[in-house]
């Protein structure tokens, strides 16, 4: 899974032109799943988007969370993020998982914020989008992923 954070003051994404999914200030969240992730990934990187304090405190600092800033969260799938540019110049992706298991996996990753008490808009999963936001920093982040407990 691959997930890439932005801070914004504002995001939108629209399908055809209609809106189906907006929000203010908070975090415009790229989500890729990749083959062999299940609910622990997803729950994992959940946990880790909910809690990252990279929002200003009041000296300006990264010290809060979404929620201690008072932001929302637009999760859109995306599964270019599963890319790899490793052997030529057309992007590979055989590591992207198949769209069911994939909607699945995104649904559970919204879930998991949403149970957290957050405010959580949408794209369309699978659907051509256009997405629209402004920056706030900028701040982007790619998640490291979470580490695997050893048996």
Do not use: C, W
Not at 48 to 62: H, S, Y
Not at 107 to 118: D, I, K, N
Not at 127 to 133: I, S
């Amino acid at each position: 899974m691959k997930v890439l954070l932005q801070r914004v003051r504002r995001a939108e994404v629209r399908v055809d032109g209609a809106p189906v999914g907006s929000i203010g200030p908070g975090l415009l969240v790229f989500l890729g799943v990749e083959r062999g992730d299940g609910d622990a990934e997803a729950a994992a990187y959940a946990a880790k988007t909910a809690e990252l304090r990279i929002f200003p405190d009041d000296k300006g600092r990264m010290n809060r969370d979404v929620r201690e800033a008072g932001g929302a969260l637009l999760v859109v799938s995306q599964f270019t993020l599963a890319a790899s540019t490793r052997r030529g110049l057309r992007p590979s992706f055989d590591a992207a998982e198949e769209p069911g298991r994939a909607k699945e996996l995104y649904l559970v990753f919204v879930g998991q914020l949403r149970q957290r008490g957050l405010t959580v808009a949408t794209g369309a999963f699978g659907a051509m989008m256009d997405v629209e936001l402004v920056n706030d920093g900028p701040v982007t982040i790619l998640l490291d992923p979470p580490a695997r407990k050893v048996p």
